[in-house]
């Protein structure tokens, strides 16, 4: 049983200890915010749940194995490193932190003392993102062509984050799972419309082998659009997440071109076969993700969404701001 102590319980946060207190692998032991009135929702819902104002209750109580980090993302690093340097695992909102040196700090402090981080990249455990992935794996998709997702809505406007800081991780997180390769560059465009920081912002990722990405997030969009489209040699796909059911539709579609020997005109050959919607696993993310890493703690294994996981996000955002601050000048990362 991992003894974990959550700080922050403003609107994710409450998402976090439902999950926790429902697995057999976990027990939420104390709940930290510095809003009393966050402090009394919990008392409300878990009356067995200690609720502290002080992180440091949490962070030095030798009752407490794991500390996840629910906080807005500037105080995720003072917060994730203090719990590291009093022994506890720990569980960090996306995005990991707010600077790469954060990130590989907390990294290199967690490897010197045995500890494990996992960075909340919710998306990965979604049935949606592991069907996505057998597809690709298993070689249905062929050689992949592009990654293209759109992730609009009106707000949540942040005060503290732009809208590529707090929707981009999930694309940047998923894509980076998905393609399984680092980026080579970044360009990156934006505009900010109200509070100074970025409402809207288009990123494009170059990979290796020809593989293209682009991401669209944007605050000021009339209605909600979370469609991803994925590109590959042999199959097409498009992930419609606000689909209640058939959230894939993968389409037997592509282009051949060959040219003939003698024929100067280039052959295109447009093939147009069956879609089809595969079954997805129906299971809260949160709760896989969470068991996942009361696992990885108990028998000693390292999660795919690890620090590392988490510095390779945070190294593409910090790259997309420096491009958007430029106008979309090229990052090579
Ligand atoms: N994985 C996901 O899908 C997902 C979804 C939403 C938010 N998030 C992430 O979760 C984190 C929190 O976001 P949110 O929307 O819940 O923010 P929020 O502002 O609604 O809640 C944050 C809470 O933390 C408390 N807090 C802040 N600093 C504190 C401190 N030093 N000590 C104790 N309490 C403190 C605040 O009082 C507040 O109640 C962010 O990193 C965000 O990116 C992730």
Request: aromatic content about 8%; charged content about 25%.
């Amino acid at each position: 049983m991992i003894r974990i102590g959550v700080i922050g319980y403003g609107y994710w946060g409450p998402n976090i200890v439902r999950n926790l207190h429902s697995l057999d692998s976990t027990r939420v032991e104390m709940v930290c915010d510095k809003s009393p009135a966050a402090l009394a929702r919990v008392r409300k819902s878990y009356p067995g749940i200690t609720t502290v104002l002080d992180p440091a209750e949490i962070l030095t109580s030798p009752q407490i194995d794991a500390v996840a980090v629910i906080t807005p993302v500037w105080t995720h690093y003072q917060l994730a490193k203090a719990a590291l340097e009093n022994g506890k695992h720990i569980f960090v909102e996306k995005p990991f932190t707010s600077s790469t040196a954060q990130a590989e700090e907390l990294i290199e402090l967690a490897d010197r003392k045995n500890l494990k981080i996992m960075v909340d990249h919710t998306f990965l455990f979604t049935g949606a993102v592991r069907k996505i992935q057998e597809l690709i794996k298993s070689g249905v998709l062929g050689d992949l062509y592009y990654y293209d997702s759109v992730r609009v809505n009106l707000g949540l406007f942040q005060h503290d984050v732009s809208v590529l800081w707090d929707l981009a991780p999930h694309d940047l997180s998923i894509m980076d799972f998905l393609i399984g390769q680092q980026a080579e560059a970044i360009v990156a465009t934006g505009g900010s419309h109200l509070n100074g920081h970025e409402d809207i912002a288009f990123i494009t990722l170059y990979f290796p082998e020809n593989v293209i990405a682009h991401i669209n997030v944007n605050w000021l969009s009339p209605v909600k659009v979370r469609t991803t489209l994925i590109g590959g040699q042999k199959k097409m796909l498009v992930w419609n997440d606000v689909e209640a059911d058939e959230k894939i539709k993968v389409y037997d579609k592509g282009v051949e071109i060959t040219s003939a020997e003698g024929v100067r005109e280039l052959l295109v050959h447009y093939r147009s076969g069956d879609m089809w919607s595969p079954q997805i696993e129906q299971v809260e993310a949160l709760r896989l993700e969470l068991g996942y890493f009361a696992d990885c703690i108990t028998n000693s294994k390292t999660p795919f969404n690890d620090g590392q996981a988490g510095l390779r996000v945070v190294k593409m955002l910090e790259a997309a701001e420096r491009s958007i601050k430029k106008r979309g000048e090229q990052v090579r990362l």
